[in-house]
């Protein structure tokens, strides 16, 4: 991502990042490490039984990872993140992309350095708002 948060306003569209394919085997290794013990991160029969259909659920928690990720990139650190809030809409599932992005709604300059708040958003590709 090439974009400056120096150069931006309120209002401005943050240019869009793309997942592609979340990794089932991802998902799986981030619910050991994490000990989730909810089977609809690697059980699929678990998941169909559910009427989720035949792939693994990816955290949430995950899904707003690539929101913490994204917003780093563009600012340069994570330690420029200050707060990260999120509403999850949506499911996220194994072999799915997602695009993530924000717009810019507020800027303030201050002797410490440029805050920058926005709305960040998660969309599966083809399907609907996760974050």
Request: with cysteine; proline share 3%; charged share 20%.
């Amino acid at each position: 991502m090439t974009t400056t948060l120096q150069s931006v306003s309120v209002g401005t569209e943050l240019p869009p990042h793309t997942i592609t394919g979340v990794r089932d085997e991802d998902i799986r290794i981030i619910a050991l490490v994490l000990r989730d013990p909810n089977p609809i991160h690697y059980d699929l029969k678990e998941v169909a039984r559910l009427g989720l259909g035949d792939r693994a659920v990816n955290q949430g928690g995950a899904t707003m990872a690539y929101v913490a990720s994204y917003l780093a990139a563009l600012a340069g650190s994570r330690a420029a993140i200050k707060k990260l809030t999120c509403s999850f809409r949506g499911n996220v599932f194994a072999g799915d992309d997602v695009v993530v992005g924000a717009t810019v709604t507020s800027v303030t300059d201050s002797d410490d350095g440029r805050l920058v708040g926005c709305d960040v958003w998660v969309d599966v590709v083809g399907g609907k708002r996760a974050i």
